[in-house]
């Protein structure tokens, strides 16, 4: 599986971004899908997670209300919709796909293994 991340970009304090995360390879192998991010200086996190039929979304507590995981089926795109954005917000985001179903949390990188290349928001004024 790969997967091919975009979207990113500079925006401003409560602005959007929508980020697209587009799989190819082995799609039928796929279980789930989900987003993470790196700050500079910090650990890669979890934010937000669809299983790959596009059910369950669940998000990291911090852009829950905020941000909306969705897939096009059509497309084998996952999407990150991402409203009311922080400067907090910063960092490189990463789509992941899982295909082993490996029995770790949801939340946890080693739950996905394959990964796109990042792609940067910033949200600056």
């Known amino acids: 599986v790969q997967l091919q991340a975009s979207g990113g970009g500079l925006v401003q304090p409560g602005g959007s971004l929508r980020l697209s995360c587009a799989a190819s390879?082995?799609?039928?192998?796929?279980?789930?899908t989900g987003w993470h991010r790196q700050a500079p200086g910090k650990e890669r996190e979890f934010v937000a997670f669809i299983t790959w039929s596009g059910g369950s979304p669940y998000y990291t507590d911090s852009v829950k209300g905020r941000f909306t995981i969705s897939r096009d089926n059509a497309k084998n795109t996952v999407f990150l919709q991402m409203n009311s954005l922080r400067p907090r917000d910063t960092a490189v985001y990463f789509c992941?796909?899982?295909?082993?179903?490996?029995?770790?949390?949801?939340?946890?990188?080693?739950?996905?293994?394959?990964w796109g290349q990042g792609t940067q928001v910033t949200v600056s004024s």
């Open positions: 390879g082995t799609i039928s192998d796929i279980n789930n």
């Open positions: 992941a796909a899982d295909s082993k179903g490996l029995r770790v949390p949801i939340t946890s990188s080693r739950r996905f293994d394959s």
